[in-house]
């Protein structure tokens, strides 16, 4: 036990030199680490934990840009020998189109941590933020289902709403430049900014406890929409519960991640999120398991084949520089560029402000350092993510994961770049770590950023009312846009009854004035007229 403890001091001992070398030499002061009372240590425990927070983005983009078919056509389909070629209809089932799917959703996967891997790196190295971007869950849905649709069933192609993207993302890199994006953050009301990160930690919150990105204890209802699930067995079509609720064993796992979590919290371990996920996830690698992610079913037995791998690299080849713009004449286009842009510079410019205000880095002005360059990189990412194929860049609200465990520099940024550069090589370890180990995390998260709702000012219904819209329409409506837009909204209407009192003391104070005036010029006509007789 003596050595045990000597080499726990010894260990603590080395960080410290670490820590102190690294904060005095050159990289230490450009990333400011004392300046902001941090650590290298600590920024990489940061990035670690926003990292593992944000990695399902990997695989989820891929997963919902794939269904829109992507650069998939009715040529890549297989059709039999008595017949000369293969018809639209083909591309709903078929063998051939299927594969063509498969093969381009590994390009979505690299494409995607391609993408975070420069945004990350870029808001760290430029910007000094603790900030990790990533494709933004919304756009990607808007393409798959709206724009393009399931299997190329929708009015546009894969290629021409990548070149809306593109564009898009030069119109936000014009507005950053121009530093409008910065005053349109601080239009925003405080009471609606402030609710901002409770909103979204209540739709971080939500996400955790679905199915798909977290542990299941919400579901689909058809006559409440949602409900209490957990269930041992589900309908795949709806998702609603078809038998044994609560009797889920993924559930009760990802419970004891999330207890694991809370205990490490409120011991002050640090990485406690780490543990807990990395707990969930090698449990559910155990194959032979009720909690295992690799059933004895064909598409578990290929998820297991894929996973043994353990390195794999996968060269792009289909969705990379996938543009076409000869469609821009169309009306429709320019409707769908104007509704991305429009939200996105509500939801992206909110979230960063937002995360900014959750990491202190907020003055009495409402502005924060490295403000111009974020919004620059958050814009100009975007660009580069068109060009490899894959949706909008957008810092990533579980980027409060990392700020939670003490990021405060850039340095937790690069942290985040980096792992997305090894996860290049180590997709199949990445894509196997399942929702209900992420889940937990997500739902901490959304209990972190709840605090700030003791600065809003309940007593006054002006501040309490669109902060409550905010909180409640985010996660109710899953957008944060919307909430942002409603709380906003409603501030205004309640601001229209101090500016029309304004306005009405305001031309009382002209009327007095004409009217004294005008007493004035009166008397001085009468003075003159007794003088003149």
């Known amino acids: 036990m003596g050595r045990e403890l000597c080499a726990t001091g010894s260990f603590i001992k080395m960080e410290k030199k670490v820590n102190e070398a690294i904060s005095k030499s050159k990289v230490g002061k450009y990333f400011k680490l004392e300046a902001r009372k941090s650590t290298f240590t600590k920024e990489f ?7 593992l927070t944000m990695a399902y983005i990997i695989t989820v983009n891929a997963s919902v840009l794939s269904d829109s078919g992507g650069t998939c056509s009715v040529s890549d389909c297989t059709f039999p020998a008595n017949q000369t070629h293969a018809t639209p209809d083909c591309m709903l089932n078929n063998e051939g189109y299927e594969k063509c799917v498969s093969k381009m959703r590994s390009d979505l996967i690299v494409g995607t941590a391609l993408a975070s891997m420069i945004g990350s790196f870029a808001m760290g190295l430029l910007a000094n933020l603790p900030l990790g971007l990533a494709p933004g869950m919304g756009p990607n849905a808007y393409l798959a289902y709206n724009l393009v649709g399931f299997h190329g069933s929708g009015k546009m192609s894969y290629q021409t709403v990548m070149a809306i993207f593109f564009v898009e993302g030069c119109a936000f890199l014009a507005i950053a430049v121009f530093g409008l994006r910065g005053r349109i953050a601080r239009f925003i009301p405080q009471p609606v900014r402030l609710a901002c990160a409770a909103g979204i930690g209540l739709f971080i919150a939500f996400v955790g406890l679905q199915a798909h990105q977290g542990v299941g204890l919400v579901g689909p209802d058809a006559s409440t929409l949602v409900t209490l699930t957990a269930c041992s067995s589900t309908n795949p079509l709806t998702g609603e519960c078809t038998g044994g609720k609560m009797q889920s064993p993924t559930f009760w796992l990802s419970s004891v991640g999330f207890i694991i979590m809370c205990y490490g919290l409120m011991k002050e371990i640090k990485g406690s999120m780490i543990y807990g996920i990395l707990f969930v996830t090698l449990i559910s690698w155990i194959r032979n398991t009720s909690v295992t992610i690799f059933p004895n079913t064909p598409s578990g037995n290929s998820s297991y084949e894929y996973f043994k791998k353990v390195v794999d690299f996968h060269k ?20 769908a560029l104007l509704t991305l842009l429009y939200i996105d510079v509500l939801a ?71 792992y997305f550069l090894l996860s290049l090589f180590f997709t199949p370890l990445i894509a196997s770590v399942p929702p ?43 957008s944060i846009s919307n909430g942002i837009i409603g709380g906003t909204g409603v501030y205004i209407a309640l601001s229209l009854y101090d500016s029309m009192v304004c306005w009405f003391k305001w031309l009382m104070r002209m009327k007095k004035m004409v009217v004294k005036e005008q007493n004035q010029v009166s008397a001085t006509i009468a003075e003159q007229s007794i003088e003149i007789f």
């Open 316 to 335: 792009i080849e289909s969705t990379a520089g996938a543009l076409n713009f000869s469609h821009f004449n169309n009306g429709e286009v320019w409707m």
């Open 45 to 51: 425990r940061a990035g670690t934990a926003t990292f």
């Open 348 to 418: 992206t410019t909110g979230t960063l402000y937002t995360m900014a205000e959750i990491g202190g880095f907020v003055n009495e002005k409402g502005e924060f350092e490295g403000e111009y360059t974020a919004y620059m990189v958050d814009a100009g990412s975007t660009i580069v993510a068109s060009t490899l194929g894959v949706s909008p860049i957008a810092t990533f609200v579980e980027s409060s994961a990392g700020i939670k465990e003490g990021g405060r520099t850039g340095i937790t940024a690069i942290v985040v770049g980096f």
């Open 436 to 478: 209900w180990a992420i889940g937990p995390s997500l739902v901490m998260v959304g209990v972190l950023m709840m605090k700030v709702v003791k600065d809003i000012d309940w007593n006054n219904i002006k501040h309490a009312v669109p902060a409550f819209v905010t909180m409640v329409l985010m996660p109710l409506t899953y």
